[in-house]
């Protein structure tokens, strides 16, 4: 089937998008991968939490300013910039980490970096394609974002920690150079365009605007998922290798297995969407409800590889109520002329929740148990579940 020009446009720009996300991915997940060996030389649990804490501070706050930059200034700019800057940093930290302190700050900054990429990714596909297509982007480079953590745990599954630093950071300044050149080619050909969509009021009235939109809704979504996508998939690779009592190593090769299955759960949460009537409120409710099930199974399960099945499917179940958030309720903001605004700020809380949680978390290993954990998560999609009912629905019933 022959595909139409808008068709086509959007393969060329979900395309870019969609590689660069997952060098962004990769870059994001090496810390993570890297860290049972690093614990086996002698780095604290407590101390790569705090790390990875500022380092998701750093993103979140750069995530509400870049994402509101990122509303007037080209992506073309804002994305090669956060690549190239992120690639830097991510070098200059394996190098000096015997400085903890300033290892802490210039990973952090790493964060700051990485933060000025997706706001403006996903305020130009929505702008250039039309809703449909735009969906379809926005999977793509979520799939990528799943993606990227399996990648990293292969590079850390055959080389040194330092040694997948660097090659992290050769994949993100091969992407700011790749990225500038198909940008501007994009640009000279009309492909990508700017500015073409503003937000209708100022202040208050796009306060309002974005109420109509559930915004206080899709904002705890965020909050809940961050936590899971990012703090309980950071803290899966050292659960393997401590809680279920598998070498490093072994635990790396695991968590590559692992999120790589996951890397699939966009796919299957658009499926579900899209077979729900793309309904996507129904498709949230149902995907918490399931991480509920099988956070519990988790806690119950003792036996290794089964309790690894429970975690991942819950995992992908929270997820899957994240892909609903990124993919289809972000990029449906277009006519606002605020999505780089909306999806920074969403953003933003996101990974100030995953900052806090993973403080927490570091901790809460080696004090309340890995058990215990589990039923922290299993609390946060039953929060999850309770903010999906549909009270709409009650009103209406209420109101007849």
Same mark, same amino acid.
């Given at each position: 089937?022959?595909?139409?020009?808008?068709?086509?446009?959007?393969?060329?720009?979900?395309?870019?998008?969609?590689?660069?996300?997952?060098?962004?991915? +990769?870059?994001?997940?090496?810390?993570?991968?890297?860290?049972?060996?690093?614990?086996?030389?002698?780095?604290?649990?407590?101390?790569?939490?705090?790390?990875?804490?500022?380092?998701?501070?750093?993103?979140?706050?750069?995530?509400?300013?870049?994402?509101?930059?990122?509303?007037?200034?080209?992506?073309?700019?804002? %994305?090669?910039? *956060?690549?190239?800057?992120? @690639?830097?940093?991510?070098?200059?930290?394996?190098? &000096?980490?015997?400085?903890?302190?300033?290892?802490?700050?210039?990973?952090?900054?790493?964060?700051?970096?990485?933060?000025? +990429?997706?706001?403006?990714?996903?305020?130009?596909?929505?702008?250039?394609?039309?809703? +449909?297509?735009?969906?379809?982007?926005?999977? @793509?480079?979520?799939?990528?974002?799943?993606? *990227?953590?399996?990648?990293?745990?292969?590079?850390?599954?055959?080389?040194?920690?330092?040694?997948?630093?660097?090659?992290?950071? *050769? %994949? $993100?300044?091969?992407?700011?150079? %790749?990225?500038?050149?198909?940008?501007?080619?994009?640009?000279?050909?009309?492909?990508?365009?700017? @500015?073409?969509?503003?937000?209708?009021?100022?202040?208050?009235?796009?306060?309002?605007?974005?109420?109509?939109?559930?915004?206080?809704? /899709?904002? $705890?979504?965020? &909050? =809940?998922?961050?936590?899971?996508?990012?703090?309980?998939?950071?803290? =899966?690779?050292?659960?393997?290798?401590?809680?279920?009592?598998?070498?490093?190593?072994?635990?790396? !090769?695991?968590?590559?297995?692992?999120?790589?299955?996951?890397?699939?759960?966009?796919? &299957?949460?658009?499926?579900?969407?899209?077979?729900? !009537?793309?309904?996507?409120?129904?498709?949230?409710?149902?995907? /918490?409800?399931?991480?509920?099930?099988?956070?519990?199974?988790?806690?119950?399960?003792?036996?290794?590889?089964?309790?690894?099945?429970? %975690?991942?499917?819950?995992?992908?179940?929270?997820?899957?109520?994240?892909?609903?958030?990124?993919?289809?309720?972000?990029?449906? =903001?277009?006519?606002?002329?605020?999505?780089?605004?909306?999806?920074?700020? $969403?953003?933003?809380?996101?990974?100030?929740?995953?900052?806090?949680?993973?403080?927490?978390? !570091?901790?809460?290993?080696?004090?309340?148990?890995?058990?215990?954990?589990?039923?922290?998560?299993?609390?946060?999609?039953?929060?999850?579940? +309770?903010?999906?009912?549909?009270?709409?629905?009650?009103?209406?019933?209420?109101?007849?």
């Amino acid at each position: 089937m022959k595909l139409s020009t808008n068709a086509k446009n959007a393969v060329y720009i979900g395309s870019l998008c969609s590689i660069s996300y997952l060098a962004v991915y +990769i870059a994001r997940n090496i810390l993570s991968a890297v860290t049972p060996q690093m614990i086996e030389l002698g780095y604290a649990e407590s101390y790569i939490g705090n790390i990875s804490s500022l380092y998701f501070y750093f993103y979140a706050f750069g995530q509400l300013i870049n994402g509101a930059i990122g509303d007037k200034i080209k992506a073309k700019y804002m %994305i090669c910039m *956060g690549l190239l800057g992120a @690639g830097t940093t991510n070098l200059v930290f394996s190098l &000096i980490t015997p400085y903890p302190t300033a290892a802490m700050l210039v990973y952090a900054l790493t964060g700051f970096f990485l933060s000025m +990429i997706y706001g403006p990714m996903t305020k130009v596909v929505s702008e250039n394609t039309e809703p +449909i297509h735009a969906t379809r982007c926005s999977l @793509g480079y979520t799939f990528a974002s799943f993606f *990227g953590s399996p990648a990293a745990g292969l590079l850390a599954s055959f080389l040194a920690w330092q040694s997948v630093f660097a090659v992290s950071s *050769g %994949i $993100l300044a091969a992407m700011s150079v %790749i990225g500038f050149l198909f940008f501007t080619h994009f640009e000279r050909r009309g492909i990508v365009t700017y @500015g073409q969509y503003k937000p209708a009021e100022k202040g208050a009235g796009n306060i309002k605007l974005l109420f109509r939109y559930q915004i206080v809704k /899709f904002s $705890l979504i965020s &909050i =809940l998922t961050g936590v899971v996508r990012t703090s309980v998939v950071f803290w =899966l690779p050292t659960y393997i290798a401590q809680h279920l009592g598998f070498a490093a190593n072994t635990a790396a !090769g695991i968590f590559t297995a692992a999120t790589l299955v996951i890397s699939f759960t966009a796919f &299957i949460a658009v499926f579900i969407y899209e077979r729900l !009537g793309h309904d996507i409120n129904k498709t949230v409710l149902l995907m /918490f409800s399931s991480a509920v099930v099988f956070f519990t199974l988790t806690y119950f399960v003792s036996i290794p590889a089964l309790n690894i099945v429970c %975690i991942v499917l819950a995992i992908m179940s929270s997820n899957g109520a994240a892909s609903m958030l990124w993919s289809r309720y972000c990029p449906s =903001l277009r006519d606002t002329g605020m999505v780089s605004s909306v999806t920074g700020f $969403l953003d933003f809380l996101s990974y100030m929740a995953a900052g806090t949680a993973n403080i927490i978390f !570091g901790n809460a290993a080696t004090t309340i148990g890995w058990g215990n954990l589990i039923l922290v998560w299993l609390a946060l999609m039953v929060v999850g579940v +309770i903010i999906s009912l549909p009270y709409h629905l009650f009103k209406k019933k209420q109101s007849a």
